[in-house]
């Protein structure tokens, strides 16, 4: 499994567990790493649909972006420490 995809299943797994702001997060690392985001994934798309609706939107883009804002290299080492 790639860096984004790992990072997409710790998204779903953290909505799953009730951290839909950490889940944001997560996507937001997804796209750091990969530099685009997946928006032809139906499931991907569903998460973040449900992540909004949960969060809202100011509260989604303010979580998605401290991924998102975050050099590619310094997402890597985020998601490689959460694996540890």
């Known amino acids: 499994m790639d860096i984004p995809s790992a990072a997409q299943l710790l998204a779903r797994?953290?909505?799953?567990?009730?951290?839909?702001?950490?889940?944001?997060?997560?996507l937001g690392l997804s796209r750091a790493v990969r530099g685009t985001f997946d928006h032809g994934d139906v499931e991907l798309r569903s998460l973040v649909e449900a992540l909004v609706d949960r969060l809202g939107r100011t509260e989604f883009d303010r979580a998605y972006r401290q991924g998102v804002d975050m050099t590619r290299q310094e997402a890597i080492d985020r998601l490689t420490k959460l694996r540890s």
Do not use: K, N, S
Request: aromatic share 8%; no cysteine; glycine share 14%.
């Open 13 to 26: 797994l953290l909505f799953l567990e009730g951290d839909p702001a950490g889940a944001a997060t997560a």
